[in-house]
């Protein structure tokens, strides 16, 4: 029962780099959502998706990009990572909007 | 622009005790609202979703309500146990492509 599985859980990159957040579920949710948590600010929406083949700017997109090439995955990417991108990020899915979202258990990643 | 406030940040209780966790937001034209339990290093977990139509929801020893005209919604946790301490989130979704604004969170210690 594996749910929405998110990898790596820990990363650690310089300025500079890239890398990508892989989310992967296996309920046959259509939406997908990238999140951000960072103290003192809850939870803000990164992208999302309502479908394989889309995405959409949620509240803080900027020096992330996104795809859902499959159903099942959103990636996440960070093409220049900063210091300011130092968050734990969160994915999450649901079948339809006015079902409970199932979230991952996160990625700590950290830029140093 | 949505904003959502959880008061009090954090809440410590004997067990046993009922206590009622609460949830503000300013814009009333809500799709829906959420709860989440998250523990430490771990994603959240849906508690209750009550949708805009509805005035509450009940699971167990838990029971949220909604109160979109004066905005605000309430988690009522009755009998409650140490195996409760979390922190809780509410999340006021805001439109019909499942976006949310969540709050920050009350953290509850339930003491033994």
């Known amino acids: 029962n594996a749910g929405v599985t998110q990898t790596p859980k820990f990363r650690v990159l310089k300025t500079g780099q890239s890398m990508t957040l892989l989310c992967a579920q296996d309920m046959n949710h259509e939406y997908m959502y990238w999140y951000r948590q960072d103290p003192g600010m809850g939870l803000r929406l990164i992208h999302y998706?309502?479908?394989?083949?889309?995405?959409a700017k949620g509240e803080v997109p900027d020096g992330y990009n996104v795809s859902r090439l499959k159903k099942q995955n959103f990636l996440l990417g960070l093409e220049s990572a900063a210091p300011s991108q130092t968050s734990v990020y969160f994915c999450a899915s649901s079948t339809v909007p006015d079902q409970p979202q199932h979230f991952g258990d996160g990625t700590r990643l950290s830029i140093l | 622009k949505q904003e959502v406030t959880q008061i009090p940040a954090a809440l410590s209780v004997p067990e046993g005790e009922n206590l009622v966790l609460n949830c503000s937001f300013t814009?009333?034209?809500?799709?829906?609202l959420q709860w989440f339990r998250q523990d430490p290093g771990k994603g959240l977990t849906s508690l209750l979703l009550i949708q805009s139509s509805q005035r509450e929801q009940t699971s167990g020893r838990l029971n949220a309500s909604l109160d979109k005209s004066s905005g605000r919604s309430t988690l009522y946790i009755a009998a409650s146990q140490p195996g409760d301490s979390a922190t809780y989130l509410c999340a006021v979704g805001n439109t019909n492509a499942g976006k949310s604004t969540f709050g920050d969170g009350t953290t509850l210690t339930v003491k033994p």
């Open positions: 814009d009333s034209a809500i799709y829906n």
């Open positions: 998706s309502v479908g394989e083949g889309t995405t």
